[in-house]
């Protein structure tokens, strides 16, 4: 018969081994659970938008922060300086070459002239006289040798009389501020029973028709600019509208960071553009021969550049290299081919050789 020790080292055996049994196919059971829904998930279906892969000319940006100027403006100065009688004009508010901005008292400038057409009344007699002693009247002006009648006036002083007269009709003509150029009047301080020498000047008039963009750009950057090229510019206020322009020219000096200065003449057929405002600039050069892919369609995974590809309805995983870049695009040095489709949308969940459905082909532009 089995000794005691025996029975008792069964009856703890019999027990351990059903436990590592049931943990066993528990175990079995949850891998399997697993392996089930890993194959359901990378069964799923997934949708995605595709673009193809094209061969041609690359638009090289540069973009760099700048500030527009207007070409046309105009400062209003005082000529003459006496108490502003009337202002016609706001800021803000647009006028016309020739409209009348403001009016200085009068009365100084008035009594000047009378004085000086009277002098030149006086100085004219005495023209009259001058030529009679030289047996000439003055309605013969025209007969009079030019010695003679050049020697009369400086006699006569009639010259400074008529010198006089036109220095009192320019100053006098200071009293009426005019509009020098069509635009918008800004910097307006003035007020009305105040004297004009109180203020630097009148205000500023700007022509926001037609505006320069002032932007700097790297010493380095030099050569991908050039008159004539086309810019892109969008303000700061408002960058979901753009307007073009294109490059006039740049300062031939480098400044003290590195700088060059590039201006741009810049379209506004709407008015929306003001002066002073501070843009964005995109400065775009075509490169030849490239091959161009969306940015929407580069992943990274471990760190390296990663393109699907769609091929009948598998999504491939391709490593690339890219080479220039801008705002919309990549180039691409190896690992596609022109003519492949892209996934462009959908990529950042997609495994390589995952079952996939395009529902969209978009253009690559």
């Given at each position: 018969m089995p000794d005691l020790l025996q029975i008792t080292q069964i009856r703890f055996l019999l027990p351990a081994a059903s436990l590592l049994l049931i943990s066993s196919c528990r175990q079995q059971d949850a891998d399997n659970n697993t392996e089930l829904a890993r194959r359901e998930h990378y069964a799923e279906v997934i949708e995605v938008r595709t673009a193809p892969v094209l061969k041609g000319d690359f638009a090289l940006e540069l973009i760099t922060n700048g500030r527009l100027r207007a070409v046309n403006n105009a400062t209003v100065q005082f000529r003459v300086h006496e108490m502003v009688r009337e202002v016609h004009v706001i800021n803000g508010q647009r006028v016309s070459q020739g409209d009348l901005l403001a009016v200085l008292e009068e009365f100084p400038y008035t009594s000047r002239l009378e004085r000086a057409l009277d002098q030149v009344a006086r100085t004219r007699l005495e023209l009259e006289d001058v030529l009679l002693g030289f047996g000439y009247f003055?309605?013969?002006?025209?007969?009079?040798?030019?010695?003679?009648?050049?020697?009369?006036?400086?006699?006569?002083?009639?010259?400074?009389?008529?010198?006089?007269?036109?220095?009192?009709?320019?100053?006098?003509?200071?009293?009426?501020?005019?509009?020098?150029?069509?635009?918008?009047?800004?910097?307006?301080?003035?007020?009305?029973?105040?004297?004009?020498?109180?203020?630097?000047?009148?205000?500023?008039?700007?022509?926001?028709?037609?505006?320069?963009?002032?932007?700097?750009?790297?010493?380095?950057?030099k050569s991908m600019i050039a008159a004539g090229q086309p810019v892109e510019i969008r303000p700061?206020?408002?960058?979901?509208?753009?307007?073009?322009?294109?490059?006039?020219?740049?300062?031939?000096?480098?400044?003290?960071?590195?700088?060059?200065?590039?201006?741009?003449?810049?379209?506004?057929?709407?008015?929306?553009?003001?002066?002073?405002?501070?843009?964005?600039?995109?400065?775009?050069?075509?490169?030849?021969?490239?091959?161009?892919?969306?940015?929407?369609?580069?992943?990274?995974?471990?760190?390296?550049?990663?393109?699907?590809?769609?091929?009948?309805?598998?999504?491939?995983?391709?490593?690339?290299?890219?080479?220039?870049?801008?705002?919309?695009?990549?180039?691409?040095?190896?690992?596609?081919?022109?003519?492949?489709?892209?996934?462009?949308?959908?990529?950042?969940?997609?495994?390589?050789?995952?079952?996939?459905?395009?529902?969209?082909?978009?253009?690559?532009?």
């Amino acid at each position: 018969m089995p000794d005691l020790l025996q029975i008792t080292q069964i009856r703890f055996l019999l027990p351990a081994a059903s436990l590592l049994l049931i943990s066993s196919c528990r175990q079995q059971d949850a891998d399997n659970n697993t392996e089930l829904a890993r194959r359901e998930h990378y069964a799923e279906v997934i949708e995605v938008r595709t673009a193809p892969v094209l061969k041609g000319d690359f638009a090289l940006e540069l973009i760099t922060n700048g500030r527009l100027r207007a070409v046309n403006n105009a400062t209003v100065q005082f000529r003459v300086h006496e108490m502003v009688r009337e202002v016609h004009v706001i800021n803000g508010q647009r006028v016309s070459q020739g409209d009348l901005l403001a009016v200085l008292e009068e009365f100084p400038y008035t009594s000047r002239l009378e004085r000086a057409l009277d002098q030149v009344a006086r100085t004219r007699l005495e023209l009259e006289d001058v030529l009679l002693g030289f047996g000439y009247f003055l309605r013969d002006s025209l007969r009079v040798p030019e010695n003679i009648w050049s020697m009369a006036r400086i006699k006569s002083e009639y010259n400074a009389a008529m010198n006089e007269l036109a220095e009192a009709r320019y100053q006098m003509s200071g009293t009426r501020l005019i509009a020098p150029v069509d635009g918008v009047v800004s910097g307006l301080e003035v007020k009305s029973h105040n004297h004009s020498s109180s203020y630097e000047n009148f205000c500023v008039i700007v022509d926001n028709s037609s505006l320069e963009a002032r932007f700097p750009v790297l010493e380095s950057e030099k050569s991908m600019i050039a008159a004539g090229q086309p810019v892109e510019i969008r303000p700061f206020a408002g960058r979901n509208r753009s307007y073009t322009g294109r490059v006039t020219g740049f300062d031939p000096r480098v400044d003290d960071q590195g700088m060059i200065m590039v201006r741009a003449l810049v379209n506004n057929p709407g008015g929306e553009l003001l002066d002073g405002m501070n843009v964005q600039v995109t400065l775009k050069r075509e490169i030849p021969d490239q091959l161009i892919i969306p940015r929407e369609a580069l992943v990274l995974r471990q760190a390296r550049q990663v393109v699907f590809t769609l091929q009948d309805t598998i999504a491939l995983w391709n490593y690339v290299e890219t080479g220039m870049e801008n705002s919309r695009q990549f180039t691409i040095n190896n690992g596609l081919s022109e003519g492949q489709q892209v996934i462009v949308s959908g990529n950042f969940n997609l495994a390589h050789e995952t079952l996939v459905r395009e529902i969209q082909s978009v253009d690559n532009q």
